[in-house]
């Protein structure tokens, strides 16, 4: 079975910076990656917030997190990452990492694989 395993995340004070990782048997140069994140109290909200298409060097970004957040994949090890920057409160949610195959796509069915969630908390 396809795992993808996250690290990374934690408590940060707003301001703050974090990096998530995501760790895939599938490669990243056929199957796009993305990261997903479920606010609190929205057991069933998933939104996309970032994207990458290793093959085409093509990105995507959630207008919120555009210039804060950024997505990179290295093809080799296959693990993504995503680097958070000046962190607000409201970026506390759960976040996913989640694969498909061709081009990077925000609905949340669409995505076959899927990591564990890793918790983000953004508070002072």
């Known amino acids: 079975q396809v795992q993808l395993v996250e690290s990374g995340g934690g408590l940060v004070q707003p301001g703050g910076s974090l990096r998530l990782a995501c760790t895939s048997k599938?490669?990243?140069?056929?199957?796009?990656i993305a990261w997903f994140r479920r606010p609190p109290g929205k057991d069933r909200e998933r939104e996309a917030i970032?994207?990458?298409?290793?093959?085409?060097?093509?990105?995507y970004y959630l207008d919120s997190v555009k210039g804060r957040f950024t997505i990179s994949g290295d093809s080799d090890e296959n693990i993504a990452y995503l680097m958070m920057n000046r962190l607000k409160p409201g970026d506390t949610a759960v976040y996913y990492c989640?694969?498909?195959?061709?081009?990077?796509?925000?609905?949340?069915?669409?995505?076959?694989?899927w990591g564990q969630g890793s918790q983000v908390t953004v508070s002072s």
């Open positions: 989640a694969q498909k195959l061709g081009v990077c796509e925000s609905d949340v069915p669409l995505y076959d694989y």
């Open positions: 970032a994207c990458i298409r290793s093959s085409e060097g093509s990105t």
């Open positions: 599938l490669s990243l140069d056929y199957y796009s």
